[in-house]
């Protein structure tokens, strides 16, 4: 089955600064990559998600890449803010269809702390 | 907003008792997820259901836990006995059909003591 691992496990940035999360999956018919992001005590929600049809999307300071070849995607935001601070998740999904029902797996979580 | 509703918020069970959570999707949605997230760690698949059929159990230890969507809407999760590593976060999601955004509900925090 799917593995997704995701690094790293804390980050740490000061207010303004960029901040980057990096995961990989192992297979290869995965073509839905959605990111979630988790406040304390809250639900995770998505904030972003990239299908394997495109190699980047952007929304505001929240981008995605992914690189099929290498099996990776990336998390990027930019002009980080307090408001940023929370744990998020990467996923991987198969929706190669047939009998497939497109199990979504998850990376390990980051906390990511932004410091005013 | 359609939210995905989930019952109980919280839980406290003694370890060999029954426990049960329910949950709710989104209205007209065809898939759905129940998760177990452990602190600190990524949420993990138990069961998925496509309307109420079970399409994925690969990972829902069989012998104490089970799941139902009888109707294809709402859906109960039970363990049965409780063990102190059950303690964790249910979560429960759906989606519209498989390959569409999943939406997570508040989710049903465990405590086995």
């Known amino acids: 089955g799917e593995n997704v691992e995701q690094h790293p496990s804390t980050l740490s940035v000061q207010e303004g600064d960029s901040a980057v999360i990096k995961c990989t999956y192992s297979?290869?018919?995965?073509?839905?990559f959605p990111w979630y992001k988790q406040e304390l005590g809250k639900r995770p929600q998505l904030i972003i998600d990239?299908?394997?049809?495109?190699g980047e999307k952007k929304d505001q300071r929240i981008a995605v890449t992914l690189n099929k070849t290498a099996k990776h995607f990336s998390l990027h935001i930019t002009e980080t803010q307090p408001e940023d601070s929370a744990v998020y998740f990467c996923?991987?999904?198969?929706?190669?269809?047939?009998?497939?029902?497109?199990?979504?797996?998850f990376g390990q979580g980051t906390i990511l702390t932004v410091h005013p | 907003e359609a939210e995905v509703a989930q019952s109980p918020r919280y839980k406290i069970t003694e370890k060999s008792q029954a426990v049960a959570f329910w949950c709710d999707p989104i209205s007209g949605h065809a898939t759905l997820y129940w998760y177990r997230q452990i602190l600190g760690q990524g949420p993990e698949l138990l069961v998925q259901f496509q309307d109420e059929s079970v399409v994925d159990d690969s990972q829902l230890p069989k012998d104490r836990f089970s799941a139902e969507r009888l109707k294809g809407v709402d859906s109960t999760l039970k363990i049965q006995p409780a063990e102190l590593g059950d303690s964790a976060m249910y979560l429960c999601?759906?989606?519209?059909?498989?390959?569409?955004?999943?939406?997570f509900g508040q989710g049903t925090r465990l405590t086995v003591v």
């Open positions: 297979d290869s018919a995965s073509n839905y």
């Open positions: 990239i299908r394997s049809n495109v």
């Open positions: 996923a991987a999904r198969n929706n190669a269809g047939g009998t497939s029902y497109g199990k979504l797996t």
């Open positions: 999601a759906s989606s519209l059909v498989s390959y569409t955004e999943a939406f």
